[in-house]
């Protein structure tokens, strides 16, 4: 992991000010100090080294760390980008000058032919470009200098995070060194296809986090976090099933009674006391013969589902239960008589976006947990505006609907609306099916066992990826059933 915290890029530069101010910090003195630190990032063979700076404070730090690499006699090319640059900027640009680096402004589309064959030339690009475009002229100035960066495909180090202009356009960093703490652009999918966190480093500048914490925008979770959670229920000797908790499924239909199943037995690997699933008329009779532990239902049985609604612990909906009249009955039956936590997934979440005023009544904690096509689904928005603002999607819905939401994928966001955390666990060996059945049902059996909704949440996520990651030492693929036989073994782990 590279930091706990995940903050804005676009906050850096005024965090640095603030802490500057704030502390009466001589100005030239840290940015000379911090890149005494970055020098370190710069690989000794690089002779001929070209930045790119512009006027953010991040811009200010590339300039400090060529004005030291030009008293250790290396061949500097800079770039400015930037209408004003900070004073200290200016400062560490006059001294390069004097000691004949050769600097240019770059503030010109023509100038971009000549790029290529300049930056080719030499063996390690530095990015040092904070400031994202405002303008149309701007954005299509960026994005062409990014396409001619990229082009030369030499080594190149990012400070900070590597340039954008969109999703589509953005330096290939070989490496990233991140400032203060993780920016919130590493969690869009498009970075993290492009990049993996092993590329990336983390330098604190030595700020305290007294001067970013009012930034923070979501956090990563660790081990620690999950076994802290994990270890606020102790079980004793003398307990007995109720203990554990009751979680009522009502999930699977014809062709999809699978879902419910891989649930349902999710949930008792997860260590829930008792689990009652209600399924489709046809299917209630088989559950037993493959998992005699489930309690098992018709849908149809009103009278018997009215009392376990009111028994129940937690309630989990929709794995597999098709987007039909008597799947919305039902819906609006848990949602009228609930009094524990309600998990709404798969084609509940389609359901409910149908009756929308349902979201408008219950007093039980709600968790709705999407992957991003049902997110889009529900939302409206375009997967592309999803996959490009996780955390504010996340965070946005849940707030809107007084929720916790779970976006499920790689590195899952989950948001109460308040605090946004990101999943450190699970991998591409468990894209395949039913998976997300056997995380509503691992959901479901820890909100039974009276974790808090959101810490019950968190845990179970990160509980269900680290199966899967456990698993895929040994396998390129990894099954849903597979997955739920490991929970015990990492749950304990954990604890
Ligand atoms: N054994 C069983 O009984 C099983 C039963 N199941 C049950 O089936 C029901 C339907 O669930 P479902 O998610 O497959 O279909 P649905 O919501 O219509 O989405 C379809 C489109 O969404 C997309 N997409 C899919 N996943 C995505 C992702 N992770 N992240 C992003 N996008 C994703 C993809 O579109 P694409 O991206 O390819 O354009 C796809 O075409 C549900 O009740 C479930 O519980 C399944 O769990 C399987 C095992
Ligand atoms: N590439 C991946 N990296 C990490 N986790 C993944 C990846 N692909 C899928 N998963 C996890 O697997 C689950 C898939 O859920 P979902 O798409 O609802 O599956 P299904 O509908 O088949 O049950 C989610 O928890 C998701 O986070």
């Not at 400090?64 to 200290?88: G, M, P, Q």
């Amino acid at each position: 992991m590279i930091s706990m915290y995940i903050i804005d890029e676009q906050n850096v530069s005024g965090i640095i000010e603030n802490y500057l101010t704030t502390t009466k910090t001589d100005s030239t003195s840290f940015y000379l100090k911090a890149a005494e630190h970055l020098i370190s990032y710069i690989p000794e063979s690089a002779q001929r080294i070209t930045f790119f700076i512009d006027g953010s404070q991040i811009g200010t730090l590339g300039a400090a760390v060529a004005y030291l690499l030009s008293r250790a006699n290396k061949d500097l090319i800079l770039f400015v980008r930037a209408s004003s640059l900070t004073e200290e900027t200016e400062a560490f640009l006059q001294i390069l000058e004097e000691q004949k680096a050769h600097i240019y402004l770059l503030n010109n589309v023509n100038q971009l032919q000549d790029l290529h064959a300049v930056i080719a030339e030499t063996h390690l690009i530095v990015d040092a470009l904070a400031t994202l475009p405002k303008t149309q002229d701007e954005f299509l100035f960026v994005k062409q200098l990014i396409q001619v960066i990229n082009r030369v495909q030499l080594e190149t180090l990012a400070f900070d995070f590597p340039f954008y202009a969109n999703d589509e356009t953005i330096i290939t960093a070989t490496n990233i060194v991140t400032f203060i703490a993780a920016k919130k652009c590493f969690t869009n999918t498009h970075f993290l296809t492009a990049f993996g966190q092993d590329e990336i480093s983390i330098e604190s500048l030595d700020i305290p986090e007294l001067y970013y914490q009012d930034k923070i925008e979501a956090q990563y979770i660790d081990q620690d976090d999950i076994s802290d959670i994990l270890k606020q229920k102790q079980w004793s000797i003398t307990d007995h099933k109720y203990k554990f908790g009751h979680a009522l499924i009502i999930a699977g239909n014809v062709g999809t009674i699978g879902a419910a199943l891989l649930a349902g037995e999710a949930a008792l690997k997860s260590g829930c006391g008792l689990v009652s699933l209600y399924t489709h008329p046809e299917l209630a009779n088989l559950v037993p013969l493959r998992n005699p532990e489930i309690m098992s239902h018709a849908y149809t049985d009103i009278n018997n589902l009215q009392v376990d609604i009111k028994r129940a612990s937690s309630i989990l909906i929709g794995p597999g239960l098709g987007i039909t009249n008597q799947s919305l009955a039902l819906l609006e039956l848990i949602f009228a008589q609930a009094t524990c936590p309600i998990i709404v997934d798969a084609d509940a979440l389609t359901l409910i976006h149908k009756q929308p005023q349902l979201l408008t009544t219950f007093s039980y904690p709600v968790i709705f947990t999407p992957h991003a096509h049902e997110f889009a689904r529900f939302t409206g928005l375009e997967i592309d505006e999803i996959s490009s603002h996780r955390i504010d999607v996340a965070r946005e819905f849940a707030k809107k609907y007084n929720v916790i939401l779970a976006l499920k994928g790689y590195q899952t966001i989950i948001s109460d609306g308040i605090t946004t955390y990101v999943n450190t666990t699970g991998n591409a060996a468990m894209a395949s099916a039913g998976m997300g059945d056997v995380l509503a049902g691992i959901i479901a059996a820890m909100t039974a066992k009276q974790y808090a909704s959101l810490e019950a949440t968190i845990a179970s996520v990160y509980l269900h990826g680290a199966c899967g990651d456990w698993l895929s030492i040994e396998k390129d693929r990894v099954l849903a059933t597979e997955v739920i036989n490991e929970i015990p073994d990492r749950l304990q782990f954990l604890y």
